[in-house]
């Protein structure tokens, strides 16, 4: 059974990358501003302001269309060296208030400070504090959901934003739970929200009432995850030490699709958008693994190690046609496809190789 004495607080960034953009350049205040690829060019939107998403601009969407959206906004070239300077004084504010906590990525981290007798033992108070020390040592701001797990303390983190600070105590749970929407749940997207609708399913309170056995014939496996989160329980620990061991995109059709042309564009994207994140990593990765759900949800996945590190190249473009052969692509209806990357190694030097690539189009 989950303790309700934990206490969790996950950190979020407000529009990290755009921040730091508006935070280094006084002329890019109070304008849209996105992050990524130019519009002219294939990339993709790595994150925007908050005027941009008032247009509909969101974060892996293609450059272009982001244009189409806003065509008044300001492009600018991610500069990860800068992000991760101001991430790693973030990190250590977070390492001067607590022991144990789990970077997720250069914009956000869990911390557990369930033991920690700061503020009078309050949580919220440590994470008001936090947040003021994150401001005043970079002049960027973060939002602070507090709660007694992962799951929780991550949707709470998004109320609110930007500048949020939210609470979800243990006697609100799973209440809080019971009244959320099906598509707001972490880990539930657009395919698995379609299907639990079919279902009858549209909140927490509809997904408590199936049986754990329903659960899982629907869904397999995850069927015993959905379970446990619709009763706010959510047992994973917070890992100082995770070591990350593959960078994973996927995405889920809103209407299935069998072109195989269109399949390919689809995975070329994926696989640009997750060299991206491997970048901001400053990481390589050996072995591409291309996932497949088709429209009855049986699920297949294919893989190749190679031997030098996996860019965007004519190379790895063909061999995504490779690890589609035998799949019946082109023929059979899909729903999902992922691309995720493993083997992975440090790799400072490919973090510059891929600087120069026209993702971000350094012209």
């Excluded at 698995?192 to 408590?208: A, F, N, R």
């Excluded at 995975?267 to 970048?279: G, M, N, S």
Aim: a positive charge.
């Amino acid at each position: 059974m989950e303790s309700a004495s934990r206490k969790i607080i996950h950190i979020d960034m407000d529009a990290f990358y755009a921040a730091v953009e508006q935070r280094d350049h006084p002329q890019y205040r109070h304008k849209p501003i996105i992050v990524g690829g130019k519009p002219d060019s294939r990339g993709v939107v790595a994150t925007c302001s908050y005027e941009a998403r008032q247009f509909g601009v969101h974060s892996a969407m293609p450059s272009a269309h982001a244009y189409r959206l806003c065509p008044q906004a300001i492009f600018v070239k991610p500069r990860f060296d800068v992000y991760r300077e101001a991430s790693e004084i973030i990190r250590s504010i977070f390492a001067r208030f607590c022991e144990c906590f789990e970077p997720l990525s250069l914009d956000e981290a869990y911390l557990d400070v369930s033991d920690s007798q700061l503020y009078q033992g309050s949580a919220t108070l440590l994470a008001k504090h936090i947040k003021q020390e994150i401001r005043r040592q970079t002049e960027l701001v973060a939002s602070a959901g507090i709660s007694y797990n992962k799951f929780l303390a991550k949707i709470a983190s998004d109320l609110g934003k930007p500048d949020g600070l939210y609470l979800i105590t243990p006697e609100q749970g799973p209440l809080f739970v019971e009244n959320l929407a099906i598509g707001k749940f972490h880990g539930i997207g657009r395919a698995t929200e379609q299907k639990m609708s079919d279902l009858g399913i549209v909140t927490g309170k509809e997904l408590k009432q199936v049986p754990l056995a329903e659960l899982q014939r629907h869904f397999g496996k995850t069927g015993q995850y959905y379970y446990n989160i619709a009763r706010g329980i959510d047992l994973r620990q917070v890992n100082s030490n995770r070591a990350r061991k593959s960078v994973g995109i996927e995405t889920t059709f809103d209407h299935d699709i069998a072109d195989l042309s269109t399949i390919l564009c689809y995975l070329q994207d994926l696989l640009e958008k997750a060299l991206v994140r491997l970048a901001e990593k400053q990481m390589t990765a050996y072995t591409l693994t291309v996932k497949i759900k088709y429209q009855n949800f049986v699920q297949i996945t294919r893989g190749r190690t190679l031997a030098e590190p996996i860019s965007d190249s004519p190379t790895t473009r063909l061999l995504l046609t490779e690890l589609l052969k035998n799949t019946g692509i082109g023929t059979t209806k899909i729903r999902l496809l992922g691309v995720t990357l493993s083997g992975l190694e440090n790799g400072d030097t490919r973090l510059r190789q891929y600087r120069q690539m026209d993702l971000f189009d350094p012209r």
